[in-house]
């Protein structure tokens, strides 16, 4: 082993520039920082060979006087920071003064810069150690950055870069990335000689528009959530927009794009009542706070960070999110205007109903609805079981004033024993009936856990039922956690096992069914995990079992009485499997297949 020496100063960039620069990228990104600290607000890319053999980014920003271009190219040398005060609240995006001093060592570097009132720009070229004088150059104004063949003194590295097409790719990416942070720039981005992307400055929702698109944007959600110290804002998709990849992800941190698993995972929990699992939210968000309270030096480059209270901050945006996900179905169907007054009447009666106890959020309505012969199969206290309100008969009874129509409009008819066609003042509303009785059970099961136990049902005739020894030992050794979920479940043999009482708003579901399914819950992921981190997937299960099946007839006021309860629901628009409930055809498209007005 030899002796211990210090390494040469561009063998230390090199290696520097192993972390810092990755790929052309990496460059890129760290460019497009150093124009926006130096409050530029036009900015312009040119790429060739996916930045391989040219990567150059001119910006009109504040400038460098000549004699520092110099050590603006030295390692650790910057305007940012001066002491560990500024590191600890570091507010700029750059701040370690490693970025052109890496860059340098791992290519052909020219640097030009003018600052204002000055009578010339200068420019300085780097190539490895070897760096020139400052000479005179043609340029307005800002600061011209010019990197040629990437890599030319580090053949090892190169071999590691991708095909031009791959390259041009993640350069893409960077630019939008830094293009979304700073919405009041301009920015250009140009590719062997071809303009593609030209952005000019412009609100955070335009910029967010014009890098994701029309459809992102129609089908996306507003957050806009201020507090003391903290401002979430930006759009998140709504759950029908969800992609298979993370590829429609953006969170910044006082305008630093980070990957911070924190973050990630108070997103994923505000989404997972409402998203398939093997499906990923699209988002652009924003976090704005003190920087005293958030650290940016933990990642070379700078992609994470580390919060001083990450619970609260994780809390945070966690409701944020789940505030703006829980918009009912009445609240998304809402956009049409009052209609005229209307009466109720039902199959063959001739009284009047509001919806009685369907939610404090269901506003009373009367409409005329004329007589349809579609019938219950069921008993009167179906209607009870199944949605919890009140009887008919007394729904029948009270009479609503308000000229509103509300938002998922009026029952007409079942489809293939499967949806409720109804109608608003937009057109044609489609049903899903089981998956929205299934997010309304769900939700009245999560409300009633939180509030300490579900409230349970004893049978009349309690059930019997053949079970693995698995099942009953599983029973035996989780009869407080059952209780608390609604179930009173005990050995009665060595073979069986006794279904005594069932969770109340479940007490119409098969018995043995949803036993069965609960007790293989706990069996599996045990009955710590069952009431923490699997609480959700468990009380959708038993949601499932609860929800009004397909060929099951409805009468017109059991299909209204479930509108009612969508529309007092939060997240009804999606089932807790993130399929959608209900789903609007307006007259307009209506119209137009039956080609109407041609």
Not at 26 to 42: C, F, H, P, R, V
Not at 72 to 91: F, N, P, Q, Y
Not at 355 to 369: D, E, I, K, M, W
């Amino acid at each position: 082993m030899s002796a211990i020496h210090v390494l040469p100063d561009l063998l230390i960039n090199q290696i520097a520039a192993g972390e810092v620069v990755e790929r052309p990228a990496s460059a890129l990104k760290e460019l497009l920082e150093n124009s926006l600290d130096a409050g530029a607000t036009s900015i312009t890319v040119q790429l060739a060979a996916g930045g391989t053999q040219l990567l150059k980014v001119s910006d009109n920003g504040s400038g460098i006087v000549r004699d520092e271009l110099a050590l603006a190219l030295a390692r650790h040398a910057t305007s940012k920071i001066a002491s560990l005060e500024d590191l600890e609240r570091v507010g700029s995006l750059g701040f370690r003064g490693e970025a052109l001093a890496s860059i340098a060592a791992v290519s052909r570097l020219t640097l030009s810069s003018k600052r204002e009132g000055e009578k010339h720009a200068w420019a300085i070229s780097a190539e490895g150690p070897q760096l020139t004088a400052a000479v005179p150059t043609a340029l307005a104004a800002g600061t011209t950055v010019e990197v040629r063949d990437l890599y030319f003194n580090t053949p090892a590295r190169r071999k590691f870069l991708k095909t031009e097409a791959t390259e041009y790719a993640h350069c893409e990416e960077a630019f939008r990335r830094i293009a979304l942070s700073c919405n009041n720039a301009g920015f250009t981005l140009q590719h062997n000689s071809r303009t593609q992307w030209h952005l000019k400055a412009q609100s955070l929702d335009e910029r967010i528009i014009a890098l994701q698109g029309d459809d992102f944007a129609a089908a996306s959600i507003v957050v806009d959530e201020d507090t003391t110290g903290l401002r979430l804002h930006g759009r998140i998709g709504s759950p029908t927009f969800a992609r298979s990849s993370r590829d429609a992800q953006y969170f910044y941190v006082n305008r630093r794009f980070v990957r911070d698993k924190l973050l990630a995972h108070a997103v994923r929990q505000a989404y997972q009542d409402v998203l398939h699992h093997d499906r990923h939210p699209a988002f652009m968000l924003f976090l704005e706070l003190d920087p005293a309270l958030v650290d940016v030096n933990v990642h070379p480059a700078k992609t994470e960070v580390r919060f001083r209270d990450g619970r609260a901050v994780h809390q945070y945006v966690f409701h944020a999110l789940s505030r703006a996900l829980a918009g009912t179905a009445g609240t998304a169907a809402a956009a049409h205007t009052p209609v005229p007054e209307f009466a109720v009447r039902t199959s063959g009666s001739s009284s009047f109903f509001t919806s009685g106890n369907l939610g404090a959020s269901s506003a009373p309505f009367y409409r005329s609805q004329s007589a349809m012969p579609l019938q219950a199969r069921e008993s009167p206290a179906f209607y009870e079981t199944l949605f919890g309100a009140r009887n008919p008969t007394e729904l029948a009874a009270s009479v609503a004033t308000d000229t509103q129509a509300p938002p998922l409009g009026f029952a007409l008819a079942q489809l293939a024993g499967i949806y409720i066609l109804a109608e608003n003042e937009r057109g044609l509303i489609i049903v899903d009936m089981h998956a929205a009785h299934e997010r309304i059970m769900y939700e009245k099961l999560k409300t009633a856990l939180d509030a300490a136990e579900i409230p349970m049902q004893p049978l009349l005739v309690p059930v019997t039922m053949n079970a693995a020894a698995l099942d009953i030992a599983t029973a035996e050794e989780n009869i407080a956690v059952l209780r608390q979920i609604g179930f009173d479940v005990t050995p009665a043999s060595p073979t069986a096992l006794t279904i005594r009482a069932v969770p109340a708003m479940l007490a119409d579901a098969d018995a043995r069914n949803l036993a069965t399914d609960v007790l293989r819950e706990v069996r599996e992921y045990s009955a710590s995990r069952v009431l923490t981190e699997r609480r959700n997937e468990l009380l959708g299960t038993m949601a499932c079992h609860a929800a009004v099946r397909a060929n099951r007839r409805l009468t017109v006021m059991e299909m209204n009485a479930l509108l009612r309860d969508m529309e007092a629901t939060e997240r009804s628009g999606l089932c807790n499997h993130g399929r959608p409930t209900w789903h609007q055809i307006s007259v307009t498209e209506l119209d137009k297949l039956f080609m109407r007005g041609r």
